[in-house]
């Protein structure tokens, strides 16, 4: 394990988990949320996060959290040697985004840069999950399983799965 896409629908753990793997593994962790965003909520250029991204993906190992545009979440499949998908219950990914949002005026969501703007973001969240089924099909499930043949894939199903998937990784 060298490079690492761990990805899946908003509010699913993936920065925490990300977090832990790199700190177990001692892998550099690069949180796209810190990339694509500067602090305060706006946004970098599509130019700046295309180089900072293809920058990432040149060096020798690194976990990535998070999805990106389309076409850099492929390249990141393609570069990965182990994929992290974090497909829990819907109803989960709405609570905890909702968790967050209520937990934000006291901690700030890991992974996410300075002074997010918490609403706006727990609004695009909500937005995504609505329109999740259609990024994240039976399809693309199989063609996960289908890279597990050159590739370490794992799918997280429940939270059990999430909490216990890092104590693996000890003392190996």
Do not use: C
């Amino acid at each position: 394990m060298k490079k690492v896409a761990v990805f899946g629908k908003p509010g699913g753990g993936k920065s925490t988990l990300s977090k832990n793997l790199s700190q177990v593994t001692g892998i550099p962790l690069y949180q796209l949320d810190k990339i694509e965003y500067l602090p305060g909520g706006e946004k970098v250029s599509e130019d700046v996060y295309q180089q900072k991204h293809s920058e990432i993906l040149k060096s020798e190992s690194w976990i990535i959290d998070g999805l990106g545009s389309i076409a850099t979440f492929r390249e990141r499949l393609s570069a990965a040697d182990t994929l992290i998908y974090i497909d829990l219950p819907l109803r989960v990914h709405y609570w905890w985004v909702t968790k967050r949002l209520f937990k934000s005026p006291f901690s700030q969501p890991v992974g996410w840069p300075e002074r997010s703007p918490m609403i706006k973001s727990t609004l695009s969240s909500w937005v995504n999950l609505r329109k999740s089924p259609k990024l994240w099909t039976p399809e693309f499930s199989k063609k996960l399983a289908e890279l597990s043949d050159h590739k370490s894939v794992y799918r997280i199903l429940s939270t059990k799965q999430l909490n216990s998937f890092i104590d693996q990784f000890i003392d190996n």
